[in-house]
C-alpha cells in the first residue's frame, strides 16, 4: 500500500508570494492533519481536515488555510509569506478523526519551504 | 510557553547500552502521550504510546515511563542499536474528536555509537 504523499518536496518563494501544498493520505485514510516544524519551534499542529471538513485547528493566523477534496487529498496554502514561514510541512493520514492520539497515524516525507 | 519540553537536543550512546529520552509537561490535562522517531528526509513514525492512566508501557526494545506527579515521560531503549540514530519526539494529547490539542515537543537527536 503506498504511503502518504507531499509534493512539491522542495520549494523556493519570496515574501509576499502565496504557497499551495498538496498532500495524499493512504488510501481509505479520511482524515489529514498538518504540521509545520521549524528549529525554534518544534512540531505544530496545524488542522486536521476529516470528510472535507477543518475538524481542529491549533494556534497559527489565518494566512494558513487548508481544504479537503472528496478523494480525501488536502491542500494547504499559506498567503502573504513571511520568512519564518520557511519550515518543513508534514501531513499525515489516518482512518479515523483525532489519529494523533492513537497510533494510527502515518506521516508524509513533508515539503521543505523556504521562503526568501 | 512550551508545554512540552525535551529539553535535551542531542544524546550520544554506546551501541548496547540504555538509551533515555525525557520529556517534561506543564498541562496536567494532558491524557495520551506518544513518542515518535524521525529519520532524515522522512515524516516522523509512530514508536509508542502511554494513557495518562498507566505509568508504563513496554514494546519490545522500547519502554515509556510516565510520571504524573513530576508531569514527566521518559523513553527507554534497551539494547540502544545504531539504527536507532534518529530524532525522537514525545507528543502529549489533550481532547477528544471534536476539539483536540496535540503538542510535541523540539526533539531529541540519539546518535547510537557502534
Known amino acids: 500500500k503506498a504511503g502518504v504523499t507531499q509534493t512539491p518536496r522542495y520549494l523556493i518563494k519570496t515574501r509576499g508570494q502565496q504557497v499551495t501544498l498538496s498532500c495524499s493520505p493512504i488510501s481509505g485514510h479520511r482524515s489529514v492533519s498538518w504540521y509545520q516544524q521549524t528549529p525554534g519551534q518544534g512540531l505544530q499542529f496545524l488542522f486536521e481536515?476529516?470528510?472535507?471538513?477543518?475538524?481542529n485547528k491549533g494556534n497559527f493566523p489565518g494566512r494558513f488555510s487548508g481544504r479537503q477534496f472528496s478523494n480525501s487529498r488536502s491542500e494547504m496554502n499559506v498567503s502573504t509569506l513571511e520568512l519564518g514561514d520557511s519550515a518543513l510541512y508534514l501531513c499525515?493520514?489516518?482512518?479515523?478523526?483525532?489519529?494523533?492520539?492513537?497510533?494510527?497515524?502515518?506521516f508524509g516525507p513533508g515539503t521543505r519551504l523556504t521562503v526568501l | 510557553d512550551q508545554q512540552v519540553k525535551q529539553n535535551s537536543p542531542s544524546l550520544s550512546v554506546q551501541e548496547g547500552r540504555i538509551s533515555i529520552l525525557n520529556c517534561d509537561y506543564t498541562n496536567s490535562m494532558f491524557d495520551y502521550f506518544l513518542w515518535y522517531k524521525k529519520y532524515p528526509a522522512e515524516g516522523p513514525t509512530f514508536l509508542i504510546s502511554?494513557?495518562?492512566?498507566?505509568d508504563k508501557n513496554e514494546d519490545g526494545r522500547f519502554t515509556v515511563f510516565l510520571n504524573k506527579s513530576a508531569k514527566h515521560l521518559s523513553l527507554h531503549i534497551v539494547p540502544s542499536q545504531p539504527g536507532d540514530s534518529a530524532v525522537y519526539f514525545c507528543?502529549?494529547?489533550?481532547?477528544?474528536?471534536?476539539?483536540?490539542?496535540?503538542?510535541f515537543g523540539k526533539g531529541t537527536k540519539l546518535s547510537v555509537i557502534p
Open positions: 502511554i494513557s495518562s492512566i498507566k
Open positions: 481536515y476529516f470528510s472535507e471538513t477543518q475538524r
Open positions: 499525515a493520514s489516518s482512518w479515523s478523526i483525532s489519529g494523533g492520539k492513537r497510533n494510527e497515524q502515518f
Open positions: 507528543a502529549a494529547f489533550i481532547g477528544g474528536a471534536g476539539s483536540y490539542q496535540l503538542t
